[in-house]
């Protein structure tokens, strides 16, 4: 019975000490991977957003979307109420 728990210990020792080298060893390899997959994400995100359609408002221009209310609900909406607290 001790001779297996001395077993076990051993193998836990080995397979920690394993995993650390083997960690140490591909490391640089999986951060240089995750580094070039993140960056061709990166790019393809910044070539996808440049290829917009270009659209017929200038630049510093303010535009505003919004659809007309009709008069049945202007009726039934008196708006958004805000409630303020005061402040001392």
Do not use: C, H, W
């Given at each position: 019975m001790?001779?297996?728990?001395?077993?076990?210990?051993?193998?836990?020792?080995?397979?920690?000490y394993?995993?650390?080298?083997l960690?140490?060893?591909?490391?640089?390899?999986?951060?240089?991977?995750?580094?070039?997959?993140?960056?061709?994400k990166?790019?393809?995100?910044?070539?996808?957003?440049?290829?917009?359609?270009?659209?017929?408002?200038?630049?510093?221009?303010?535009?505003?979307?919004?659809?007309?209310?009709?008069q049945?609900?202007s009726?039934?909406?008196?708006?958004?109420?805000?409630?303020?607290?005061?402040?001392?």
């Amino acid at each position: 019975m001790l001779a297996g728990l001395f077993k076990t210990i051993l193998y836990i020792l080995v397979f920690y000490y394993a995993f650390k080298f083997l960690a140490r060893l591909f490391a640089p390899f999986l951060m240089k991977k995750a580094a070039e997959t993140i960056q061709k994400k990166a790019e393809q995100q910044y070539n996808r957003g440049s290829q917009r359609p270009k659209s017929d408002v200038s630049e510093g221009e303010t535009v505003i979307d919004k659809k007309p209310i009709s008069q049945k609900q202007s009726k039934n909406s008196v708006g958004e109420y805000v409630d303020f607290e005061e402040i001392d």
